[in-house]
């Protein structure tokens, strides 16, 4: 992997258009050019993947001893007071980068419109900067008008390749578009470890393929459309589905794991049509699983409508023990207004935490394997997190069993024990097994429609934005139903990060405004 | 620059507007009378019986050009949509049934209340699947809805009431060159 620029790089002077300016001098030059503004187009290079340096695109021009060449900057280390040029001051580093620009759209379909990458391909983005003219005749190249011509013939004459190879079950590939950077190659190599899509064949005749016999089928392969730089693997999700322009994008994180994956959540008029992982370098880096990528299909699905508070609270007033169970989805927010619940039912509650759903090994990627992601937040707010077996012994002696974001029964057969307790009232947003086989439901904004925070495995606060995507205007988030039942509405997420502040001091100097967008390192506060 | 215009001073007569008013009221007396003798030499349509002439570029209802075998041109790129200032066209696309053929288009639907008839739709298209030169402009519905035009409406119409000289009008089902645009598409894919 490429050495990424920290805060605690060495500075060295190196001169850029024989201007002296001071770069990390422990990373490739594309990376230093980046921190002075500096962008340089590439095809191959992608910052958390091996360099493979063959697409060329990122040339730029070095004084040596025998005069100036061309090099490429993703492979090249800092080295103080080199002298390079860029295209701002040198023609033929201009040129060359245009040259190899043309050379990769020469066999490249003119696919655009009906491809699924336009308007976030890297061969666009790159016509559009730097070369933005072309000497091709606009016969060369395949123009594409949806009729028999469609079969890509290039201009050596032959077919190049198939338009739909389905190399997985989730990811079609597109021989024609591709450009044989061999990123994907490497993210399976050298990220997923499992190395099943392979460069086959040589030179101008050069494909991506499976091994013989086998499919691409991995808990990260739709990773690989993400990084591919042209439309070449699409994921069948989202294929045809949406132009990526027509989309906006939420800021994220995806509570089903204890890491909380930045994601982008992609909507357009009240639909989420995918889920993107958003780059963030301490937790999933650009690396999003399947799990977390394609939930979204389930999160508008199965929905459970908004309850009548006020049955909840004169049962809550009539109780004798009440069993409060918060499970994996509660934002700090939720954890917040549940503790304020127990302070206002007083002796007669008893806070429970955790998750019935095994807790498995972390994979290294974007995943920890444990389902409770807010695990770190449970322990910040004195909630306990794992004690649901204690609830399991001791069901009798409760009548009246108010769960938050757990679905127990679904996760666990044995939870079936609970159903000794008279009264089920289920906070949750699906109409899951937990609910089917509850007393009284109460539907809730589902995590990715309410603003919140959550503290993941390695102690960074992040925060949650809402998608405008419930499908139910009535539903409310968690906090605001259980600071209703406590007495206290909390009617915005700022009021309810108060409280949370007011539980935990340690998070006083935290607001939506100052929490970054890629989170806020806790290091050595509280917990 | 401001330009002054004199008028010509009028005469005791004019000044006197009797006269003159009688020669306004003969004016229209004329017009009157030759709307009831001659009525073949007015400059005006009769509007709902005669409809009036309107050239082929005018920006009218749109249709939706059609392969020669009879399926939508369109490949549901969005690029209509995308250059829609009035956002007023949906659509969905799917992939297509024929291996030769990517994508295709599986709702289009453009509101025509909310269209503002300025064309750019029919320029973005790059497989020039969107007309509007259908020369029809009268929209009468009686509800809201029935104004949104779906796709098999933008596509029912026929290759006659095109020019001749209109070659991928004449390509489509029914038009003249319907059968040798059919021979061709099949001959190439082979």
């Not at chain 1, 025998?66 to 900057?73: F, P």
């Not at chain 1, 997923?192 to 991506?208: M, V």
């Not at chain 1, 935290?510 to 967008?517: G, P, T, V």
Request: hydrophobic letters at 35%; charged letters at 25%; glycine letters at 6%.
């Amino acid at each position: 992997m490429p050495k990424l620029p920290t805060a605690n790089s060495p500075k060295v002077a190196i001169f850029v258009d024989d201007k002296e300016v001071l770069v990390p001098g422990d990373t490739n030059l594309l990376e230093a050019l980046k921190t002075v503004g500096i962008e340089t187009p590439h095809i191959c290079y992608h910052p958390y993947l091996p360099v493979s340096g063959n697409c060329r695109q990122c040339l730029v021009e070095q004084e040596g001893p025998r005069g100036r060449m061309l090099i490429i900057a993703c492979f090249t280390p800092v080295t103080p007071g080199m002298k390079i040029y860029t295209p701002a001051s040198s023609a033929r580093v201009k040129n060359a980068r245009q040259a190899t620009s043309e050379f990769m759209l020469v066999n490249h379909p003119l696919d655009c419109p009906i491809c699924d990458k336009a308007g976030e391909c890297s061969l666009q983005e790159n016509y559009m900067e730097s070369a933005h003219q072309s000497r091709l005749r606009p016969e060369v190249g395949k123009q594409y008008h949806g009729n028999p011509d469609h079969t890509f013939v290039d201009s050596k004459g032959q077919v190049r390749g198939g338009k739909r190879v389905a190399l997985g079950p989730r990811v079609t590939l597109d021989e024609e578009r591709c450009v044989q950077c061999d990123r994907c190659v490497r993210f399976m190599r050298h990220v997923a470890k499992d190395e099943q899509l392979q460069l086959a064949s040589r030179g101008d005749h050069t494909y991506i393929t499976t091994f013989p016999g086998e499919k691409l089928d991995h808990e990260y392969d739709l990773c690989v459309t993400d990084i591919c730089p042209v439309g070449a693997l699409t994921a069948n999700h989202f294929r045809f589905q949406q132009r990526t322009w027509l989309l906006s994008r939420t800021p994220s994180i995806s509570m089903d794991d204890s890491l909380g994956a930045n994601i982008w959540i992609d909507h357009n008029n009240g639909k989420i049509w995918r889920i993107m992982p958003r780059c963030n370098p301490e937790v999933n880096r650009s690396w999003l699983s399947n799990t977390s990528r394609l939930a979204y299909m389930g999160f508008t699905e199965n929905r459970l409508a908004s309850g009548d508070l006020n049955i909840v609270s004169d049962l809550l007033k009539h109780a004798k023990k009440v069993a409060l169970v918060a499970g994996g989805a509660c934002t700090l927010e939720d954890l917040a207004a549940l503790k304020m619940l127990k302070d206002y039912l007083g002796d007669r509650a008893s806070l429970f935490g955790g998750t019935l759903r095994p807790v498995l090994e972390a994979d290294g990627i974007s995943k920890s394997g444990d389902p409770l992601a807010n695990r770190a937040g449970f322990k910040a707010l004195g909630i306990p997190d794992n004690n649901l077996n204690d609830l399991m012994k001791h069901a009798a002696d409760y009548d009246v069993l108010l769960t938050v974001h757990n679905d127990l029964f679904g996760d666990d057969e044995g939870a079936m024990i609970l159903k000794k307790i008279p009264n089920r009232v289920i906070l949750s947003a699906f109409n899951d097994e937990t609910s089917k086989d509850a007393t009284l439901v109460c539907g809730v904004n589902h995590w990715s429609e309410v603003t919140g925070s959550m503290i993941n495995s390695l102690n960074i606060l992040q925060k949650l934005s809402p998608a405008p995507t419930c499908p139910d205007a009535q539903l409310k988030p968690a906090y605001e139903v259980l600071s209703t039942l406590a007495g206290n509405p909390l009617t915005s997420a700022i009021a309810a990060l108060q409280k949370v502040q007011e539980f935990v001091p340690a998070l006083k100097p935290y607001s939506y405004e100052n929490i970054r967008s890629t989170g806020v390192k806790l290091d050595g506060v509280l917990l | 620059m401001v330009r002054q215009i004199k008028q010509k001073p009028m005469n005791w007569i004019e000044r006197l507007y009797i006269f003159e008013a009688f020669r306004g009221l003969w004016t229209t007396l004329k017009h009157a009378l030759r709307g009831l003798l001659r009525y073949e030499t007015l400059p005006t349509v009769p509007y709902p019986e005669i409809k009036p002439e309107i050239s082929r570029t005018y920006r009218a209802k749109h249709r939706l050009m059609l392969r020669p075998d009879g399926t939508p041109r369109c490949v549901a790129c969005g690029m209509c949509a995308t250059a829609c200032p009035a956002h007023c066209i949906f659509l969905e696309a799917a992939p297509a049934e024929d291996g030769r053929i990517e994508k295709r288009v599986l709702r289009f639907d453009i509101d025509h209340l909310v269209c503002v008839f300025c064309g750019l739709c029919v320029e973005a298209c790059p497989v020039d699947a969107l007309r509007m030169d259908t020369c029809d402009t009268s929209y009468v519905f009686r509800k809201r809805e029935d104004f949104v035009t779906p796709m098999y409406q933008l596509m029912s119409w026929d290759p006659k009431d095109y020019p001749q000289d209109d070659l991928q009008s004449q390509m489509a089902p029914g038009g003249t060159k319907n059968k040798q645009a059919l021979d061709a598409w099949g001959l190439k894919v082979n």
